[in-house]
């Protein structure tokens, strides 16, 4: 009769002790109204100068996590110790190439940790082929495959092992008096064109090629075949090979979801991958966290990607939180994270270059995020901020999908994957 008692008292008390543990998230939210900020106030006037119309700005409200008065580790001094080299913070523009000033970002690093060389590398060379290749990828399909801005990380190493790299100084992608890069008129061009070869049934590829290579002509500028660097003479695949001397077979893709089995090279699966590269080493999350903290705990910078679209993604403080309203950062597991993949609130939507760390009082690890977006740049462009943004562990866990980062932070387990 006692064990009866006991049970049934703790079959009346479940409810409420489940009730206090639900009650103790304290995150709270707000809807923001809708406020112009870097990409309105500066991108767009450089745009907005050389287009004949202008596209309307939708105002409206976001449900956002407020963060006011948090205690935040949003400064780029918190970081100072344990920052690595990499070149000051640039802007995309009005594109959709974060995929390669990210990991542009973090070759540049690379060169800087080998060889202690400082270069500027090309973005828009690399994004000049990439457009190419999509357009022959499109030819080679029959018109089933993506056409857009979008790519991912190791698109830069294929785009280097082919046509190879050069100094920005060398090709900007700038013409005409250009601040900013814009490629929203050329893509719209660009993509009629191939919408037409489609309709009509005109797969002749030498032809469709050169008439797209025409149009990037003359918006970006042709890409150079040869050139000079710092008194020495280089075409695009020499500078890679002896100046740069990147060996990019020595850096590798990291996954981590549920759809691909775990301790194989699988593809994945979104529609920037468009070429459908199975090249991603795919780890369960607690090993995809050890990998991504030990590489940048040991002088490594990483080129990482994700989602920036959630409640507790702050264009405000440059602060990435995962609030409690959403899940405890205690729950965040494999199946937390695909789930959110699976059912889209989890998007591959930004590309961006880790290059610091932050290891706090409790334990859990901050990231400095050095980024190409105009979000990160509200903060006005005379604050040290400007460029960057500070992610929480809990938000990497969650929210960034992959990263690509030089084979030997992998050394531990790549036994496993043979």
Known sequence: MKKLTTLLVIVMLLPVTLLNAQDKGKDKAKFKE???????????KDVKAFRQKENPVKKKESF???????????KVTDYKDH???????TSQGNTGTCWCFSTTSFYESEVHRLFNKDVRISEMFTVYWEYVEKAKGFMETR???????????????KIYKKYGAVPRSVYSGLIGGRKFFDHSQMMKEMRSYLQNVKATNAWNEPEVIATVKSILNRYMGEPLTEFDFEARHYTPKSFLKDYL?????????????????????????????????????????????????????????????GDVSEAGFSRTTNTALIPDFDIPSDYINDNARQFRFSNKTTTDDHG???????????GKMWYLIKDSSSGSRNVGKDSPEFGYYFFSQAYVRLKMMDFTVHKDALKKYMKKFE
């Open 34 to 44: 809708y406020e112009p900020g870097y990409y309105q106030n500066v991108i767009l």
């Open 64 to 74: 956002q996590m407020d963060q006011s008065g948090m205690d935040l580790p949003n």
């Open 83 to 89: 920052t690595y080299w990499h070149n000051p913070t």
């Open 143 to 157: 018109g089933k495959s993506l056409f857009d801005e979008g790519s991912e990380s190791n698109a830069v190493a």
């Open 245 to 305: 001397r990147l060996n990019m077979d020595d850096y590798v893709e990291v996954l981590s979801y549920l759809q691909q089995p775990f301790w194989q090279q699988v593809e994945y699966e979104v529609p920037d991958n468009w070429w459908h590269s199975k090249a991603y080493y795919n780890v369960p999350l607690d090993v995809y966290m050890d990998i991504l903290n030990h590489a940048i705990e040991n002088g490594y910078t990483i080129s990482v990607g």
């Open 352 to 362: 961006m270059h880790m290059v610091g760390y932050l290891k706090a009082k409790d």
